[in-house]
């Protein structure tokens, strides 16, 4: 009897233990159902269709004012059972554009005609929106006479060649006054005698492509360094693009200065050629000796500095005459005429000069008396 009660209670124990088991292992396949139902949800929004597309057929140039027809036609709607139903389309409300109808309604596959006009731009391009509900908004631009050109601003009047410098290409009107772009517009820039690059991180380059948002009025910074230590002008050959029709090609020139060791150099040898003409002449006339190469090297020396005086006042308007600083030549001459007329007879005169004109400032009647009596 004692035997049989210790079965009995081993076999309700072993039941006992074999439920908890169970009901400790179905937590763990909810939790993993739990986590798994999400991952699939996501799935599904990853492989929604796209929507379908609103197209339209215009041409790309208009003339401001004047009527032009857009043709509108819906692609096929994902689901087959909305193939047959008109849908709402609505051309953009603005006051810059005109459309007959404005609002219509089409099938999917049907085309209509929309007659369109271009009412105001502010530099000659013009945009055309078009919504459906269910289908992607269509965005698209024209020309409609752009009347924009670049023009090139920067901190320095004239570039000295070797050394970089920033500028700006603004949007500007037939009366030079800054203007927007009414739709993104593409520019490739190509430089002659130049290098240009956007940031400092970019490689100079004799190539550049920029795009113009909607609404901007400038460039970003370019970065330009001229190349040409003669002082050749930096050329910018630009072409403005709207996506691939070509409305604006513009030649910017600016102007370069040599690089200034080499404006002092032709400075000097301008000064050097009366002391080597003299020289020369006196060396046909007699037989050279010691005290004649004496003076030929002061006197050449002596040109040399009156070369690097010419360097230096060439900005001074000394001998009267409006000079172009850009070209080595100038300072050749420079050099010759501060050498053969002389250093401190052009510096007597230019001194002169600027006494009488202070003078005639500070006391302007007395001026005037003595033109009057002369």
């Given amino acids: 009897m004692r035997l049989v009660s210790e079965i009995s209670i081993l076999a309700i124990l072993s039941l006992t233990f074999a439920g908890c088991a169970r009901e400790s292992s179905l937590p763990t396949d909810r939790t993993q159902a739990a986590v798994t139902k999400p991952s699939q949800s996501q799935d599904q929004a990853d492989n929604a269709p796209e929507l379908p597309g609103i197209n339209a057929d215009f041409p790309y140039r208009v003339t401001l004012g004047e009527p032009f027809k857009i043709d509108v036609w819906l692609d096929e709607p994902n689901n087959p059972r909305e193939a ?27 085309r209509k005609t929309v007659i369109a006009k271009v009412l105001k ?3 000659g391009l013009a945009h055309i929106q078009i919504v459906c509900d269910g289908y992607e908004q269509f965005d698209d631009d024209m020309d409609a006479g752009f009347s924009g050109k670049l023009q090139a601003q920067a901190d320095e009047s004239t570039f000295e060649s070797g050394h970089a410098y920033g500028l700006n290409l603004n949007v500007v009107n037939p009366q030079n006054l800054s203007i927007p772009v009414d739709s993104p517009v593409l520019v490739s820039l190509r430089s002659t005698n130049a290098d240009i690059r956007l940031s400092e991180s970019d490689k100079w380059s004799t190539e550049l492509k920029f795009t113009l948002d909607r609404g901007a009025t400038s460039s970003p910074l370019i970065r330009i360094k001229p190349t040409s230590r003669l002082g050749d002008p930096a050329t910018l050959s630009a072409e ?11 030649h910017i020139s600016l102007p370069v200065q040599p690089t200034w060791w080499l404006m002092l150099l032709f400075a000097i040898l301008g000064g050097l050629v009366p002391a080597v003409y003299r020289a020369a002449i006196a060396l046909a006339g007699s037989p050279a000796t010691a005290g004649f190469f004496v003076r030929s090297f002061f006197k050449t020396t002596a040109g040399a ?5 010419a360097y230096m006042l060439a900005g001074l308007d000394v001998i009267g005459v409006k000079l172009d600083t850009s070209s080595p030549r100038t300072f050749c001459i420079l050099g010759f005429l501060f050498a053969y007329i ?18 005639r400032s500070e006391d302007p009647e007395k001026a005037r008396v003595v033109s009057l009596a002369g």
Avoid: H, W
């Avoid at 709207?242 to 409305?247: F, G, H, Q, R, T």
């Fill in 84 to 110: 047959n139903q008109p849908r709402a389309v609505y051309m953009e409300q603005t006051d810059t554009m005109e459309y007959r109808p404005r609002v219509f309604k089409l099938k999917p596959g049907e």
């Fill in 121 to 123: 731009t502010t530099a």
């Fill in 240 to 250: 403005v693009r709207l996506k691939d029709l070509i409305i604006r090609n513009e």
């Fill in 305 to 309: 500095l009156a070369g690097a005086g």
């Fill in 342 to 359: 002389g250093l401190d007879v052009l510096m007597d005169r230019f001194v002169k000069a600027k006494q009488s004109v202070s003078q």
